[in-house]
């Protein structure tokens, strides 16, 4: 899903949901800068509290050289080159695409 409105906190660029768990994407074009970092940590963690199951938080740079995915302050960071891979790689909790779509619907 595509820019969730989020009350207080502006929209949440993608929300990803399949068999390899829930993922905030926020995209930016380049840069880890901490104030980026909370507050995509901060979305996750009320998408996490809607839903009922972990939501991953990760900032994907679209002006990043393909490099390691790193952890930063509890937020991926990742070239977005890499993102769907990584995202496949991942064994995070699931929560069904139904239950992501009422979800969306109530946002």
């Known amino acids: 899903m595509h ?8 929209s949440v660029d993608h929300l990803v949901g ?9 995209t930016k074009l380049r840069g880890d800068e901490h104030e980026q970092l909370r507050k995509a940590k901060r979305q ?4 996490a509290s809607g839903l009922g ?5 990760v900032v994907a740079l679209t002006e990043q ?3 390691v995915p790193y952890c930063r302050h509890g ?9 769907l891979s990584w995202i496949r790689a ?18």
Do not use: Y
């Open 18 to 26: 399949g068999p390899s768990g829930v993922f905030l994407v926020e």
């Open 53 to 57: 199951v972990s939501v991953t938080p």
């Open 75 to 83: 937020v991926w960071i990742i070239s977005s080159g890499q993102l």
């Open 65 to 67: 050289r393909e490099r």
């Open 44 to 47: 996750a963690a009320k998408l």
């Open 3 to 10: 820019d969730i409105e989020q009350l207080g906190e502006g």
């Open 90 to 107: 991942q064994r995070e909790p699931v929560v069904g695409v139904e239950r992501l779509a009422r979800f969306a619907a109530l946002s």
